[in-house]
């Protein structure tokens, strides 16, 4: 190793966020003004700037001894550069591109960002092999956020088969409540094919899922409703042995974004949430219909208010906790992680079945390390988990750390719905800081209500129907940014 600046440890996730994010969105805009106008720019002049926008994010590369070696200080001088001078013409604050600029500095931009090429194939000669940085560059890996959101998350399936139409394998998904229960019907298969989530989800009835809570919350926060989940879809998530799968079982990397209720100086007891909700949903789910009636909605919908309300004013107390992220959590049973990321409070109570020893050890520590008291819904902490998705590409859960975070929003504020906007307003900001770690973000302007929690097969084909409609309108773009870029050979050529 000749280079003095090489380091083994990493900068922290949140210190290379900041200093990667104008690289990736400075990506994504150059590749959209691409698709927009495709005179102004060649494809293999998009393809050399693309090369070295992607050389300036390189941060950290496996070793030929197989360590990880942080080059985010080798890198530096082109990140600065390329910031400086391609910020302004690039992230313009009123969303144009300065393409005539740009395209008459792309020769300069070019062989400048080929002398820092040589200059760090010098310094790793004796450490990483070329070819490893070079696929860092080249490649990126597709990772999926799904938002919760209730009934209006079903879109999700069609954007799930619209990705596997194009021929686009997905690398990691992250989601929180019906995201989190969509991506793993996703992350079951490589490969998917929407009709067989079609098909389990249609046969599901209320009364099926949910029951009159009946048993004392230990894990979770009272609520009228009982998610049964192992009961509804459990034998769709079982190892070929019959036991129940965790998240490693998963063909795909998947993320489960829980919120935390930590010991705070306004606790109130968990009896309190039951006594302050309107349990005429209880009775309700007792029917064994597919959906109640009209008069749930403000049932549920002030139950929810008031635990959101209350736990509003003690958002100190709430902890992000998201499951997958290391080696214990992925141990964790898939359909526990699951029911506590979509316990909505004052609504839906989720907790472990009593002959779940397993899993109460590892909850219970899981509670002393977090120093938390309760589990509950992941949509008051990271709705949308692209946060957590970016990070954990970034700890190393892909081995490279060039990927695409899509984010997936089925719950932002609508004005067709607006019983629902105060809810969605008070969500939205957790919503909006995660969204800065996505590169894409769709937002679903057709779903179904959110009170749709278990939809007629009629519902469930127009959701897939309106889901694939609208997120087909993003393929070109990550098409374009998914596929390989040119090796550094064809790149050289261009600047001589």
């Known amino acids: 190793m000749t280079g003095g600046s090489l380091k083994s440890v ?5 210190a290379r966020h900041r200093a990667l994010q104008p690289l990736e969105d400075m990506e994504v805009a150059l590749v959209r003004s691409c698709l927009d106008c495709k005179d102004w720019l060649s494809e293999q002049d998009e393809a050399a700037l693309r090369f070295s926008l992607g050389l300036a994010h390189v941060s950290i590369v496996r070793a030929r001894d197989g360590r990880e070696v942080d080059l985010t200080e080798l890198t530096h001088p082109l990140r600065e550069l390329l910031t400086e001078t391609l910020s302004p013409l690039l992230l313009d604050r009123r969303g144009l591109v300065q393409r005539q600029e740009l395209a008459s500095l792309l020769p300069t931009i070019l062989a400048v960002a080929l002398e820092h090429r040589d200059r760090i194939k010098h310094e790793t000669k004796d450490l990483i092999a070329w070819s490893d940085i070079e696929d860092e560059i080249r490649n990126k890996r597709l990772v999926i956020a799904c938002g919760g959101g209730g009934g209006a998350g079903f879109v999700y399936l069609g954007a799930f088969q619209a990705l596997e139409d194009a021929g686009l394998p997905i690398a990691l998904l992250s989601g929180t409540s019906i995201g989190a229960i969509l991506g793993a019907f996703r992350a079951r298969q490589q490969s998917f094919d929407v009709s067989d989530s ?7 009835s209320f009364g099926l899922l949910f029951q009159p809570m009946n048993i004392r919350s230990r894990y979770g926060l009272p609520a009228p409703l009982r998610l049964l989940l192992r009961q509804g879809i459990g034998r769709h998530f079982q190892k070929p ?9 998963l063909k795909i990397p998947l993320l489960v974004a829980i919120s935390g209720l930590r010991h705070g100086e306004k ?7 039951e006594h302050r909700l309107n349990l005429q949903a209880a009775a309700l789910a007792a029917e064994g219909t597919r959906q109640p009636g009209p008069g749930w909605t403000r049932s549920l919908l002030e139950g929810l208010w008031t635990a959101l309300l209350e736990l509003g004013q003690r958002k100190e107390t709430l902890r992000s906790i998201i499951v997958g992220s290391d080696p214990v959590t992925r141990s964790y049973d898939l359909m526990d992680a699951l029911g506590f990321s979509a316990a909505v409070p004052g609504v839906i109570q989720y907790d472990l079945a009593p002959e779940s020893t397993r899993m109460a050890r590892l909850l219970d520590d899981l509670f002393e390390r977090k120093q938390i008291r309760r589990l509950l819904d992941g949509a008051l902490v990271e709705n949308v988990p692209a946060k957590a998705a970016w990070r954990a590409v970034h700890s190393g859960a892909l ?10 929003d089925s719950f932002a504020p609508k004005l067709k719905q607006p019983l629902w906007l105060p809810i969605q307003r008070l969500i939205r ?18 779903t179904l209500s959110p009170l749709d929690l278990v939809p007629s097969p009629g519902q469930i084909e127009k959701a ?22 040119p090796s550094h050979q064809v790149i050289e050529r261009l600047a001589s």
């Open 10 to 14: 990493p900068r922290t996730l949140t």
């Open 198 to 204: 079609h098909g389990v989800v249609g046969k599901l």
């Open 241 to 249: 042995d019959g036991d129940h799968m965790s998240l490693e079982d």
């Open 267 to 273: 606790d109130q007891e968990p009896e309190w949430y």
């Open 399 to 408: 081995g490279r750390r060039n990927c695409l975070v899509v984010a997936l």
């Open 429 to 446: 900001q957790n919503v909006l800081l995660n969204l800065r770690y996505a590169h894409v973000v769709k937002t679903f302007t057709s």
């Open 464 to 485: 897939i129907t309106w889901g694939r409609k609208e997120f087909e309108y993003e393929m070109p773009l990550l098409k374009k940014l998914l596929a390989p870029l």
